[in-house]
């Protein structure tokens, strides 16, 4: 009760603001551009990149998104997910290594060397790429967005510092380096909080741990989901959305699941339909938005809704929240040292 009524005190102070919510499951205001950019033009040893940027002049913050294979696949997979994300005002950045280690946790030095590097050297090779001179980027303001594996590579990462980071997105978040945990490689300990604090939004589907034909399930029970809300620092405001219908990787773009649905990697919900996928993904993208923009404007309580209420959903869902202490949820990361 109280929580809410801080909620409304704050909500009408901040609606002097006067900016209209744009709903988030359409695409944004931004014409968006791709980008690919190779290791020779990063001059990182087996680091390329994709950056989907708009066009229109101003500041964007910055999305880093680590894919599902822990940085292994290019960030084209999921490139409808991506840009509908960047046409509401965000660079979005997806760095991947092709290098041939299976432990998610051995990203962590690239990914930190991809983060000095675009710190300095990002936005003018854009600029040179194309992207207008009054584009551009604030390298204060980072959001780390995972899906699957990529999110034991990000929580790996958040464990050594916080960054630059301001917020967190798992999807479907897997810990380990294979389905059973036979190597040892967890950035979680069951029991064990965190040692960061960041706004967290955690997105998951109903058939995350359905097995596929291998016999294995992309996302365990005991290595996913619950593993990583559970440990989630319990002074972070959270989300978890459960979209219940749908599989591990639905959020791809269509001919990529439908490689994975074929030869069922993943389990899959055989029950849906073609036109169910964009409804996902722009319920996906739409979600990740609401969640970052709750963070960033202040008129914030219309962004919030689209996190807390399930019946301006466009799928099915279930939810929990958590809003520690009543305070507005707002963008910054509180690291302490890991106990040791
Ligand atoms: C999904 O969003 C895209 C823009 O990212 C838009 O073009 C498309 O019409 C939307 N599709 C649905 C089914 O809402
Ligand atoms: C998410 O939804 C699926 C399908 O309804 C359900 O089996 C699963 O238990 C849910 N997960 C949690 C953590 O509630």
Redesign the pocket.
């Known amino acids: 009760m109280i929580i809410q009524k801080i909620v409304l005190v704050l909500s009408v102070i901040y609606a002097s603001g006067n900016q209209a919510v744009i709903d988030p499951y359409l695409a944004g205001p931004h014409e968006v551009k791709d980008y690919f950019l190779m290791s020779k033009d990063t001059g990182l040893t087996e680091v390329e990149l994709n950056a989907w940027s708009p066009l229109s002049p101003g500041i964007y913050p910055i999305l880093y998104f680590l894919d599902g294979l822990a940085m292994n696949i290019p960030g084209i997979a999921y490139t409808d997910f991506l840009s509908h994300i960047a046409s509401h005002g965000f660079l979005v950045v997806t760095p991947f290594v092709t290098a041939t280690t299976s432990k998610p946790s051995e990203k962590v030095p690239y990914f930190r060397a991809i983060l000095e590097w675009a710190e300095v050297n990002l936005q003018d090779l854009l600029h040179e790429n194309g992207v207008p001179a009054d584009v551009l980027f604030d390298f204060e303001t980072l959001f780390a967005n995972s899906h699957s594996a990529g999110g034991h590579a990000i929580v790996s990462y958040l464990q050594e510092t916080c960054g630059n980071f301001k917020g967190l997105i798992l999807m479907s978040p897997v810990d380990g380096a294979d389905p059973f945990g036979f190597v040892d490689d967890f950035c979680i300990t069951p029991g064990e909080q965190l040692n960061f604090i960041t706004p967290t939004l955690h997105l ?4 995350d ?1 359905k097995k596929g034909l291998l016999g294995t399930a992309c996302a365990p029970k005991k290595l996913s ?2 593993r990583f ?1 559970e440990a989630l620092n319990p002074e972070s405001h959270r989300w978890s959305i ?1 979209a ?2 749908f599989g591990h990787a639905d959020v791809l773009d269509a001919e990529f699941r439908v490689f994975v649905d074929q030869t069922e990697f993943c389990g899959v919900n055989r029950d849906l339909q073609a036109e169910d996928y964009p409804i996902y993904r722009n319920f996906s993208s739409g979600t990740v938005v609401a969640f970052l923009q709750t963070l960033l404007v202040e008129d914030y309580a219309g962004y919030l809704n689209y996190l807390e209420d399930v019946s301006v959903m466009p799928i099915v869902a ?1 939810e929990r929240h958590f809003t520690p202490a009543g305070e507005r949820p707002s963008p910054y990361c509180l690291w302490t040292p890991p106990l040791q």
């Not at 998951?204 to 058939?207: K, L, N, P, R």
């Open positions: 998951y589907t109903g058939y741990a989901n619950e809300w459960n219940t219908e279930t």
